[in-house]
Structures are given as structure tokens and as C-alpha cells.
């Protein structure tokens, strides 16, 4: 997996049985311009000595022999690019000889095995044994254009997107996980239902084959199902003992989880969660890159409020192997989820807060677990759970279940263990269980129950507040209904005068209306004839500025007084 197989030297016995039959020499010479060139001057040689480094296996030798020979090649997927490798270095060109072999199988290779989803990714798989010579003939470059021209055109090819999948494949829920059924119903003409996975490729072909495909806009949940896909067959579904497991097998699998990082893609959610926790597993158990490790977790982190308590499990490896869990694993992962917060969602924070909680409680009952360890995860919690308003109920609880498991734990531990729990932020519920839990170390339930009667008195000041309130309120009512009895006396005067001032309005009202239609006459009667007045005339007369409507001057109006100087 991932390493080139060398091309198979073809033995002088096993050649000398193929061309035994009769003299080989002008038969192959009368097809192959090479074969041709070799025989000049050494037409006594022995034909096995001339070819003994071909680079084809007998297989593929024992086909041209035939065709030398005048028999049908049956030519399939599996074996035209080996074909079309040796007939090109045989130079079985129509240059040399009419209907020669290198044109047919060229011919079965763009008309039968490209034209097929199924028969190209076959045909691709064949390539890594001889790839150099594929890469120089461009058979490569052509798989791969046929291969990224399907997934444009239908990129479930390459695998369902994670949403339309279920990431366990035990799961009851066959509904959510039938990529069969699917290609089936959507099947075209120029790919089957059984479509062949990228997962059957080396990770030589496969890694440059998904970056070809990146580059030409694939959809990324199309490509990240592929890559888990690929991951799952060669790494994720095999035990990793390292007793048994060889050092190729692992440096093998160590290679391709790293790739698989490298190649997926960086936008969240194209995986779940839990899919991603199982190759960020692999990669600390088979010991990958630093790069590697770090990729996985900031893709977790982005999306750790989908994660469960069973995810974060993970266990400790290397150095750290005498603590159960991978705890600074854990630390960076939250890390990079506070780091990708941007306030927006707060359901996201409170999960993120639920989950640590959980977290804690499920690692308390490891009788294993060191209590700083403990410790380390509880200020985790603490530090998840700031900004939510959350209680420490949560916290107080898995505390109590370590200290029931972890009973031979001193004063000073205990106290330590008990260092990130905030009594204030407890419920009374909570610390009324505190004050009787013999489990806690003794300078804590002073604490607990200090708390308790700041909670009480809260209490009681907050009852009282409300007595007084409720007082007030009554004082307030009383005081209300004397001075509407108070309104009451002088009941008749104020009716008396809310008549009055009514009266002026609709006075005032009327004439403002009779104004507006004066104004609105005067309007009318500027358009007609001459010797109408004009609005401006009327509006004086009407405000006594003059004396009858064919009087111009104002009545009012008396000559100009300056003022003397010295007055």
C-alpha cells in the first residue's frame, strides 16, 4: 500500500516456453520496430537474452506473443495499460505495421474503459505498477480527466455527503445509510449503481486524485465523504496492537491518516463530530505529526457543541500513558472552540458547558484517576461554564461521586479536589446536600454552610422587601381613593367647566372653518373676471382694514412718525 511494485523481469525459461513453438524472431520483428533493430547484427542471438529486462510481467508478454502469432487478444481493464505500456516499448506502431497492437489497445482503452466510471478507477488502480511509463504515454492524465469529468457532472461518486449518512454503520437506523440505494436511484446513463469507490487506489494515485478534484469546485461534502470513506477502509478499521503490528503496517497507516488531514477540507460541519474524534484517535495511537494532531482538533473544535461525553474519551498515549485520559487533548480542543466563538450563539456555549460537565461526572468513577488530573478537568469545566449563568450543581456532583470512589484521599487532597468548586454559585438544594455530605473535607462545609446563611438571610431580606412593597401598595391605594373622594365634592364645578371650555372649541372650530371656505371662494374668484376682489383684499376687509370691499386703503393705517431728537 502506497509503494511502487516493481515491473516482474520476464525469465529466460518461462520466455523460451512462449516462443518455442516455431522461429519467434521474424514474427515478432515483422510487429515490433524495436524488436526489429535488436535482431540486426544478432540474428543468432537468443531472443530470450535480448529481452530479458523488459518491463512487463509474463502475463502481458505471453498477450503480444499471441498477437505476434496471429490469435484474438482478449484485452480487458485490468490488463490494457500493462498492454499498452509493453506495445509502446515493443514500438508496435502503425508506422512499423498496419492494425498493429498499440492502436487497438489504445482504442479499447478511450472506447470501452474510459467512457465507464467503473472500468477508468479499475484501469487507475493497475497504473502503480507501472506508473513512470504511464505518466510518460499520458495514461495518467487521461484517468484522471475522465475520472474528475464524471464527479463534476455527479459528485456522489465520490461518496454521500455526511448529513445524508449515518457515521455508524451497526446502526438501527439502515434508513440513513444505503449509498447503494442512492446511486441506484440516481443512476445515469454513463455510470452504474455499483459505482467503484477512490477508496481501491494507492495512496499515491488516490492523494493527487482528490487534489485534482479540489481544484475543479467539487462540492466539499462530496470530497470529505470520500476522504473518510478512504480513511476508514485503510486505517480506521483496523486494530492498532502494537505488540503485533508490524512497523510498515504502522508507519504505512501513519502515512495516511496524515494525508487524510492534509486533504480535508476546512469547513465546518462536512463531517460529524464523532467521525472526526475516531481519526483524531488514530492519529495519536499510530503517533502522526504534530500538524496532524493539531488539524483534527481545530476541526472538532469548530463544532465541539455537537460532540458527545463518549468522544472525549480519549485516551492518553506515549508519555502520558499513567493518565487514562488525554487531557491536554481535551484542554486544546476547548481552546480552539472558545477561539471560534463569536457570541452569537449562547445554545452553543451552554452545550459546550453541559458537555464538560458530563465529562467530569463520567471520569470521576475511574478509580484510576489521579486527583490533580480530577482537578485539571473540574477548572476546565469551571472555565466552559463562565458566561452562562450556569449553577455548580453540576460540578458539585461529579465531585461527590470522586470522592465516594477515591475514599482514601487525606484532608489536604480533598480540599484540593473540592478547590474549583464556587460554593456561592450553588443552589440551596445543593448546599443543604453539601452540609450533610460527610465526604467533604470540613473547611469546605464551613463554607457550604456560611453560604447557606448568606442564602437565608437573602431570603428573608428578599420576604420583607415584599411585605414592604405590598404595604406600600396598600398605603398607596388608600391614599388614591381618598383624593378621588376628595374629586368628588367638587364634582359639579368641574363638570360645569369642562362644558364651558368645550363650548369654546367648537366656537373657535366654526370659525376656522368659515375662514377656510372664505379663503378657498377668494381663490376662485382671483381666476375670473376683472373687478373680483383678490384673496389679499379680502383678507384685509375681513380683518376691518378696510372700509368696504372698493376701499384700497386701510382704515387703520396712519402716516409715519419719526422721532424727534431729544425726545
Same mark, same amino acid.
Given at each position: 500500500?502506497?509503494?511502487?511494485?516493481?515491473?516482474?523481469?520476464?525469465?529466460?525459461?518461462?520466455?523460451?516456453?512462449?516462443?518455442?513453438?516455431?522461429?519467434?524472431?521474424?514474427?515478432?520483428?515483422?510487429?515490433?520496430?524495436?524488436?526489429?533493430?535488436?535482431?540486426?547484427?544478432?540474428?543468432?542471438?537468443?531472443?530470450?537474452? $535480448?529481452?530479458?529486462?523488459?518491463?512487463?510481467?509474463?502475463?502481458?508478454?505471453?498477450?503480444?506473443?499471441?498477437?505476434?502469432?496471429?490469435?484474438?487478444?482478449?484485452?480487458?481493464?485490468?490488463?490494457?495499460?500493462?498492454?499498452?505500456?509493453?506495445?509502446? +516499448?515493443?514500438?508496435?506502431?502503425?508506422?512499423?505495421?498496419?492494425?498493429?497492437?498499440?492502436?487497438?489497445?489504445?482504442?479499447?482503452?478511450?472506447?470501452?474503459?474510459?467512457?465507464?466510471?467503473?472500468?477508468?478507477?479499475?484501469?487507475?488502480?493497475?497504473?502503480?505498477?507501472?506508473?513512470?511509463?504511464?505518466?510518460?504515454?499520458?495514461?495518467?492524465?487521461?484517468?484522471?480527466?475522465?475520472?474528475?469529468?464524471?464527479?463534476?457532472?455527479?459528485?456522489?461518486?465520490?461518496?454521500?455527503?455526511?448529513?445524508?449518512?449515518?457515521?455508524?454503520?451497526?446502526?438501527?437506523?439502515?434508513?440513513?445509510?444505503?449509498?447503494?440505494?442512492?446511486?441506484? $436511484?440516481?443512476?445515469?446513463?454513463?455510470?452504474?449503481?455499483?459505482?467503484?469507490?477512490?477508496?481501491?487506489?494507492?495512496?499515491?494515485?488516490?492523494?493527487?486524485?482528490?487534489?485534482?478534484?479540489?481544484?475543479? &469546485?467539487?462540492?466539499?461534502?462530496?470530497?470529505?465523504?470520500?476522504?473518510?470513506?478512504?480513511?476508514?477502509?485503510?486505517?480506521?478499521?483496523?486494530?492498532?496492537?502494537?505488540?503485533?503490528?508490524?512497523?510498515?503496517?504502522?508507519?504505512?497507516?501513519?502515512? #495516511?491518516?496524515?494525508?487524510?488531514?492534509?486533504?480535508?477540507?476546512?469547513?465546518?460541519?462536512?463531517?460529524?463530530?464523532?467521525?472526526?474524534?475516531?481519526? $483524531?484517535?488514530?492519529?495519536?495511537?499510530?503517533?502522526?505529526?504534530?500538524?496532524?494532531?493539531?488539524?483534527?482538533?481545530?476541526?472538532?473544535?469548530?463544532?465541539?457543541?455537537?460532540?458527545?461525553?463518549?468522544?472525549?474519551?480519549?485516551?492518553?498515549?506515549?508519555?502520558?500513558?499513567?493518565?487514562? +485520559?488525554?487531557?491536554?487533548?481535551?484542554?486544546?480542543?476547548?481552546?480552539?472552540?472558545? &477561539?471560534?466563538?463569536?457570541?452569537?450563539?449562547?445554545?452553543?456555549?451552554?452545550?459546550?458547558?453541559?458537555? #464538560?460537565?458530563?465529562?467530569?461526572?463520567?471520569?470521576?468513577?475511574?478509580?484510576?484517576?489521579?486527583?490533580?488530573?480530577?482537578?485539571?478537568?473540574?477548572?476546565?469545566?469551571?472555565?466552559?461554564?463562565?458566561?452562562?449563568?450556569?449553577?455548580?450543581?453540576?460540578?458539585?456532583?461529579?465531585?461527590?461521586?470522586?470522592?465516594?470512589?477515591?475514599?482514601?484521599?487525606?484532608?489536604?487532597?480533598?480540599?484540593?479536589?473540592?478547590?474549583?468548586?464556587?460554593?456561592?454559585?450553588?443552589?440551596?438544594?445543593?448546599?443543604?446536600?453539601?452540609?450533610?455530605?460527610?465526604?467533604?473535607? $470540613?473547611?469546605?462545609?464551613?463554607?457550604?454552610?456560611?453560604?447557606?446563611?448568606?442564602?437565608?438571610?437573602?431570603?428573608?431580606?428578599?420576604?420583607?422587601?415584599?411585605?414592604?412593597?405590598?404595604?406600600?401598595?396598600?398605603?398607596?391605594?388608600?391614599?388614591?381613593?381618598?383624593?378621588?373622594?376628595?374629586?368628588?365634592?367638587?364634582?359639579?364645578?368641574?363638570?360645569?367647566?369642562?362644558?364651558?371650555?368645550?363650548?369654546?372649541?367648537?366656537?373657535?372650530?366654526?370659525?376656522?372653518?368659515?375662514?377656510?371656505?372664505?379663503?378657498?371662494? &377668494?381663490?376662485?374668484?382671483?381666476?375670473?373676471?376683472?373687478?373680483?376682489?383678490?384673496?389679499?383684499?379680502?383678507?384685509?376687509?375681513?380683518?376691518?382694514?378696510?372700509?368696504?370691499?372698493?376701499?384700497?386703503?386701510?382704515?387703520?393705517?396712519?402716516?409715519?412718525?419719526?422721532?424727534?431728537?431729544?425726545?
Amino acid at each position: 500500500m502506497g509503494r511502487n511494485k516493481h515491473p516482474l523481469k520476464l525469465s529466460s525459461f518461462h520466455l523460451y516456453s512462449i516462443i518455442s513453438l516455431s522461429d519467434p524472431k521474424e514474427l515478432l520483428a515483422s510487429k515490433s520496430a524495436k524488436a526489429t533493430a535488436l535482431l540486426e547484427g544478432n540474428s543468432q542471438q537468443d531472443l530470450s537474452l $535480448l529481452f530479458r529486462d523488459i518491463p512487463a510481467d509474463p502475463e502481458t508478454f505471453e498477450l503480444v506473443a499471441r498477437f505476434c502469432y496471429g490469435f484474438e487478444v482478449q484485452m480487458s481493464t485490468e490488463n490494457v495499460v500493462p498492454l499498452i505500456c509493453l506495445a509502446n +516499448y515493443l514500438e508496435m506502431t502503425e508506422s512499423h505495421s498496419t492494425n498493429n497492437l498499440l492502436r487497438k489497445a489504445l482504442t479499447f482503452f478511450e472506447q470501452r474503459v474510459l467512457a465507464s466510471w467503473n472500468e477508468t478507477v479499475k484501469a487507475f488502480r493497475m497504473i502503480e505498477s507501472i506508473l513512470h511509463q504511464a505518466l510518460d504515454l499520458g495514461l495518467v492524465d487521461a484517468c484522471l480527466e475522465s475520472i474528475i469529468q464524471k464527479v463534476l457532472v455527479d459528485p456522489r461518486l465520490l461518496g454521500e455527503p455526511a448529513q445524508n449518512i449515518e457515521n455508524d454503520y451497526d446502526s438501527e437506523d439502515s434508513e440513513r445509510f444505503r449509498p447503494n440505494v442512492r446511486r441506484r $436511484l440516481f443512476a445515469t446513463s454513463t455510470t452504474d449503481w455499483q459505482s467503484e469507490d477512490l477508496t481501491i487506489l494507492s495512496l499515491q494515485l488516490y492523494e493527487p486524485t482528490i487534489r485534482a478534484i479540489k481544484q475543479h &469546485g467539487v462540492p466539499s461534502e462530496n470530497i470529505s465523504a470520500s476522504i473518510f470513506q478512504y480513511a476508514r477502509k485503510w486505517v480506521l478499521s483496523s486494530s492498532i496492537d502494537e505488540e503485533n503490528m508490524s512497523i510498515y503496517k504502522k508507519n504505512s497507516m501513519r502515512e #495516511i491518516i496524515e494525508a487524510m488531514e492534509r486533504l480535508l477540507p476546512n469547513e465546518k460541519g462536512l463531517l460529524p463530530c464523532t467521525s472526526l474524534f475516531e481519526m $483524531l484517535r488514530f492519529a495519536i495511537a499510530l503517533e502522526a505529526s504534530t500538524d496532524c494532531r493539531n488539524g483534527f482538533e481545530i476541526r472538532i473544535g469548530k463544532q465541539l457543541d455537537q460532540a458527545t461525553v463518549k468522544d472525549l474519551l480519549i485516551p492518553s498515549q506515549g508519555y502520558a500513558k499513567e493518565v487514562q +485520559y488525554d487531557i491536554e487533548s481535551i484542554r486544546r480542543i476547548l481552546k480552539n472552540f472558545y &477561539g471560534n466563538y463569536n457570541g452569537s450563539n449562547i445554545s452553543g456555549l451552554i452545550t459546550v458547558a453541559e458537555l #464538560i460537565e458530563e465529562l467530569l461526572a463520567e471520569v470521576a468513577s475511574d478509580i484510576d484517576l489521579k486527583a490533580d488530573t480530577f482537578t485539571s478537568l473540574a477548572e476546565m469545566s469551571v472555565a466552559a461554564s463562565f458566561g452562562t449563568h450556569r449553577n455548580a450543581d453540576g460540578i458539585y456532583r461529579a465531585i461527590d461521586i470522586y470522592l465516594d470512589k477515591h475514599r482514601y484521599l487525606t484532608e489536604m487532597e480533598r480540599e484540593e479536589v473540592c478547590r474549583a468548586l464556587d460554593c456561592q454559585k450553588m443552589s440551596p438544594e445543593a448546599c443543604e446536600h453539601a452540609a450533610k455530605n460527610e465526604r467533604l473535607p $470540613l473547611r469546605f462545609v464551613v463554607q457550604v454552610l456560611f453560604v447557606a446563611q448568606l442564602q437565608l438571610r437573602d431570603t428573608i431580606t428578599k420576604e420583607m422587601q415584599c411585605v414592604d412593597d405590598k404595604l406600600r401598595n396598600e398605603e398607596a391605594e388608600e391614599e388614591l381613593e381618598n383624593e378621588v373622594k376628595k374629586v368628588g365634592l367638587g364634582e359639579e364645578e368641574v363638570e360645569t367647566e369642562m362644558k364651558l371650555m368645550s363650548n369654546k372649541v367648537m366656537e373657535l372650530e366654526r370659525e376656522c372653518h368659515m375662514m377656510k371656505k372664505e379663503i378657498v371662494s &377668494g381663490c376662485r374668484s382671483q381666476r375670473a373676471k376683472k373687478g373680483k376682489t383678490s384673496i389679499w383684499k379680502e383678507m384685509k376687509r375681513k380683518l376691518g382694514c378696510m372700509s368696504s370691499i372698493h376701499d384700497y386703503n386701510c382704515q387703520s393705517k396712519k402716516n409715519k412718525v419719526y422721532p424727534k431728537y431729544g425726545v
